[in-house]
Every structure is written in C-alpha cells, then in structure tokens.
C-alpha cells in the first residue's frame, strides 16, 4: 500500500497537479459560498417563505452544523475507502442537495435540504485537503497549495454575500443553490479526467457512533446558545438543550477512549503547533462570519440596502483575501508564522475597530477601508493556518488533520451565527422602544418608531463589532503564544 501510495505522488506533473488544485478549489468555492450565500437572502425567505427568526437562523445553521458533526468521521472514512471516491461522492450529494433546496416549498423543508448540503460538504471537503497533501510532496509548493486552497475556500464564504445578492436581484431566492448545478457537473468530469488514483486503506477503522455523538453535542450546544440570548427564554429548552450537549459530548469522549482508532486522538493537540492553528482557523472564521452577518442584515434592514448592495458592500472583506492567503504562503518560510496570523488577527482588529469608528459617516469609504482590512488580516492568518494543521500530524494521521481543520473552519462559522445570530435581537430589544422591541425584522418601518427602532438596531450592530474586536484581540494573543518563538515550518513535535 505504500508504495503504491508514493507511485501516486511520483508520476504527477506539475501541469497535472495545478489543474487538479482548480478542479479542487472551484468545489471548494461552492462549500465556502453556502456558508453565507444566504446572508443577503435572509430577508427575502421571510418575504416569499415566511420564514420566522428562528427558522431564519436554522436555515443558516443547519448547513454548517450538519457538516461540523459530520467532518470527523468521514475524513477518517475517506482513508478507509479512498479520498478520490470520498470527494465524487461529496461533490454528487451536493449537486443533488442544491436541485432539493432550490425548489423548496416550505421553510423547514429548505432546513432538511441545508442540511443534506451539509452532508455533501462533510464528505468532499477533508477529502479534498488530503487530496492536496497526497498530491503536493514538495514542502514550498505544498505550502503554496494549501494556501491557495484555504483562501478559496475563505474568499468563498466572503463572497457569498454579493454572489446571493446578485443572483437576488434578477431572479428568485433558488437561484442561489442552482448555481451550484453546473459546478458540480464541471467538476464530476473533471475530477474523473485530472484525480490521483484512489487509495484505499481498508484496515482503517470507520465509526459512525462517534459522529452521531458529536452532532447530538453540537446540537444541544447551538441550542442552548440560541436559547440563552432569546429574551423570551424557555427555561426548560435551554436546560434540555444543555443537557443534550454535555451527554454527546461526554458519550463523544468515551467513545474515542475504547476505540483502538479513534476519529480524534487528543493526543494530536499536544503539539502546540497544530493547536495554534486549529486555534486560528476557528477563530478567524468567527470573526469574518459575524463581521458579514451582521453587517449584510444591519444595512438591508435598518439600512435600505437591496440584497445585490449589501452584498457588494461586504465583498471588501473577500477582495483582499486571497493576494494576502497567496502572499502568506509564499513568504511563510521566510517570516515564520507569527506575523502572519496573529499579525492577521491584530490587523482584522485594526480593521474592526476602524468600521465602528467611521460606521455613522456621511461616506461609506472610510467604513470600506476598514472592511478592507479586516479581509486583508483574515486572508494573511488563513494562509498558514491549515499549514500549521497539516504540517504538524502525523502522516498516518492526515484524514483526521484534515477532518479537524475543516472543523475549525466549519465551527467558528456556526458558533458566530449562532452567537450574533441571537444576541442582536437581544441587544436591539434592550434599547428599542416596547412598541416595536420583538420585531427586530420590520421594527424599522413602523410608521412612527421606525427611527428609533433603526438607532436600536444601530446599537446592537455597534455593540457587536465591539465584541467581534475583541475576540480578535485575544485570538492574536493565544495564536501568539502557541508560535511562540516564531517557527517558520510546522513539524510534528510537541
């Protein structure tokens, strides 16, 4: 199997591996996009599917929320039965899931189909990591490689607001996951022609337990978080929900203690290397997610944007994304990763801090500037991170490096949905008059509140910018610590 495996690695020209990285990253864009492609949506579901708040939030979660539960399993199932196999099959049940949702009848009918999408990103997208480590031997240009890969696949979900709002403004809210048809057939026939051949590990152990556990953990934790920040609080679903989530995640570690190979080794996090980028990965998606949302719903709802401008407007985080993700890589063994992601996270808070400032301007450009900066900090600490994931497992355990850093990924978008998602329409219902405090969705066009409703608004979009600048602050600081003494390559050391 070995050797069969290096054969592999061996033959490919440098023409083959390149196109098969395109073939890789244009998949790679669509699971990106659907994490906030449905930003700008939003408010046009609750006009044409009636969808309420919470089903508003579910119909955005239940994408990464099925993928994050998923993510383990099948990147250890992918070195069972063959990354090649594990990224066709993904990349089919994606294509299905987008024809199912575009031609949704119902709110929670487009729910179900969110998370069948959720199914197909959760077996392409570790699958397609260790396709890039498989492919790319060489240590420069695997580095330049993942770079890429991870910065499509970031560019992806910031330009899933203004992809949506395009498609919005000349036709109707399915057209935001048919768009995936095509790619999806594109990408079928290509990955047929340019793929690796698959390799199959036989031997290695698969368990499904193990990732129903970890979904019912996610599950109870989401919950509990929407729960926790809704002001008319259910005592006993927020008690539920939490109950839930410590069983699967105590059920979760018990399992992975009697497995002979288990889907997370936690011994793997013992290198701080690999930590600090799991760390980073996380929580840079945290940030980039909550500066989007909430700033894609503040200026259509309170703002009078249409979906096409409040997406074009939010396309300033995704611009400089990839030129500083390319860069990243490139310079990586030169600088080390320090200046590359907390330097990353240190300039998103720069950026942060800048749109709160000029965010009541009379001119949108200083509030773009900082956007722009937020991108360009996102883009430099993305770059490495999957780097320092990859770099620093075990070969052995590639499938798994690859399920955890997709994870990270995947995680930090769903908890910043899940968290912003909640607490603006707490924040605005603090400062909003009673008339209008639990409409947070049309409060701003009563007739005679409508002001002071769009100034709440204002409030708890001000109000969580504080928040997201924060986290960036103490993301620089803990990735800080984890590099500390400023490696400039990720090894497998403790």
Same mark, same amino acid.
């Given at each position: 199997?070995v ?140 580095n ?30 399915g ?19 340019v ?33 926790? #920040?809704? =002001?008319?609080?259910? *005592?006993? %679903? @927020?008690?539920? !929900?939490?109950?839930?989530? $410590?069983?699967?995640?105590? +059920? ?39 500066v ?25 985080? #995704?611009? =400089?994304?990839?030129? *500083?993700? %390319? @860069?990243?890589? !490139?310079?990586?063994?030169? $600088?080390?990763?320090?200046? +590359? ?16 400032w ?14 722009l ?20 497992a ?20 769903? %908890? ?31 007739p ?45 050391t403790?």
């Amino acid at each position: 199997m070995v050797v069969e495996h290096s054969r592999a690695q061996t033959v490919s020209t440098p023409r083959q591996r390149w196109t098969f990285l395109a073939v890789i990253s244009a998949a790679l864009f669509l699971v990106g996009a659907d994490n906030s492609i449905l930003y700008t949506a939003l408010p046009e579901l609750r006009d044409q599917l009636g969808t309420t708040p919470l089903q508003g939030l579910w119909i955005i979660n239940a994408y990464p929320l099925v993928l994050s539960g998923l993510l383990l399993g099948t990147g250890t199932l992918g070195d069972r039965i063959g990354h090649r196999l594990m990224f066709l099959t993904g990349v089919t049940i994606f294509g299905l899931g987008s024809l199912i949702a575009a031609f949704s009848p119902s709110a929670w009918f487009l729910i179900a189909a969110r998370g069948l999408l959720g199914v197909g990103a959760a077996t392409m997208m570790p699958a397609s990591l260790a396709l890039v480590r498989i492919t790319f031997t060489n240590v420069r240009e695997r580095n330049l490689a993942i770079a890429i890969w991870m910065s499509v696949a970031v560019v992806g979900a910031a330009a899933g607001p203004v992809l949506g709002g395009l498609l919005l403004e000349f036709f109707w809210w399915g057209s935001v996951f048919l768009i995936n048809v095509p790619v999806v057939i594109v990408t079928l026939i290509a990955t047929l022609v340019v793929a690796p051949p698959n390799i199959a590990n036989p031997h290695k152990h698969w368990d499904l337990i193990s990732s129903v556990w970890a979904m019912l953990a996610m599950v109870g934790l989401v919950m509990a978080i929407k729960e926790l #920040a809704n =002001p008319d609080r259910a *005592a006993w %679903l @927020l008690v539920t !929900s939490t109950i839930v989530g $410590v069983i699967g995640l105590l +059920l979760f570690i018990s399992r992975q203690r009697g497995l002979e190979q288990p889907l997370l080794d936690a011994q793997i996090f013992r290198n701080r290397i690999f930590t600090g980028g799991v760390l980073a990965a996380g929580l840079m998606m945290f940030v980039v997610a909550g500066v989007e949302l909430m700033t894609t719903q503040r200026f259509q709802t309170a703002g009078g944007f249409t979906p096409l401008e409040a997406g074009a407007l939010v396309a300033s985080v #995704a611009v =400089p994304a990839i030129p *500083a993700a %390319l @860069l990243g890589g !490139s310079i990586l063994h030169r $600088v080390g990763f320090i200046p +590359l992601i907390s330097g990353g996270f240190a300039l998103m808070a720069v950026g942060i801090g800048g749109a709160w400032w000029t965010f009541g301007d009379d001119s949108l450009v200083p509030f773009i500037i900082s956007l722009l900066l937020v991108g360009l900090g996102s883009g430099l600490a993305s770059s490495v991170a999957s780097t320092a994931i990859l770099g620093a497992a075990p070969v052995d355990k590639a499938g798994m490096a690859s399920s955890v850093e997709a994870v990270s990924y995947e995680f930090g978008t769903l %908890l910043s949905v899940a968290v912003f998602g909640s607490l603006l329409p707490l924040f605005y219902s603090i400062t909003a008059p009673s008339e209008v405090a639990s409409d947070v969705d049309h409060g701003v066009d009563h007739p005679v509140h409508g002001p002071a409703a769009v100034q709440a608004y204002d409030d708890a979009y001000l109000m969580i910018l504080v928040m997201v600048g924060v986290v960036s602050l103490l993301a620089a600081a803990l990735t800080a610590y984890c590099f500390r003494g400023n490696p400039k390559t990720a090894e497998a050391t403790v």
